[in-house]
Nanobody, 121 residues
């Protein structure tokens, strides 16, 4: 299984971006899909997570009401719609998959390459 992230770029504060993560194949261990981000000098943090089968979502407090995670089972792809972007959202964003509803990096066993999101103020 491989994950391919895309959709990052440069956007002004208040703008929107949509990130995509395509999986080349899913197994029984890929039950939860997440988006992490890592800003310069900071630890990688979970931004949002979705359960592949039920669609149950989790959001970090810092993005609630602004970001939406979704998935397309047919395309084996999940998305992160980011609205009302702020300068502090600037980071490299990573998609990842886990067998359980993890919240930290070590809970996730498969990672996509990062995609850079830069929000100018």
């Amino acid at each position: 299984v491989q994950l391919q992230a895309s959709g990052g770029g440069l956007v002004q504060a208040g703008g929107s971006l949509r990130l995509s993560c395509a999986a080349s194949g899913l197994t029984t261990s890929t039950n939860f899909m997440g988006w992490f981000r890592q800003a310069p000098g900071k630890e990688r943090e979970l931004v949002a997570r979705i359960a592949w089968r039920s669609g149950t979502r989790y959001y970090a407090d810092s993005v609630k009401g602004r970001f939406t995670i979704s998935r397309d089972g047919a395309l084996k792809t999940w998305y992160l719609q980011m609205n009302s972007l702020k300068a502090e959202d600037t980071a490299v964003y990573y998609c990842a998959s886990s067998a359980w509803a993890g919240t930290v990096v070590n809970d996730y066993h498969l990672w996509g390459q990062g995609t850079l999101v830069t929000v100018s103020s």
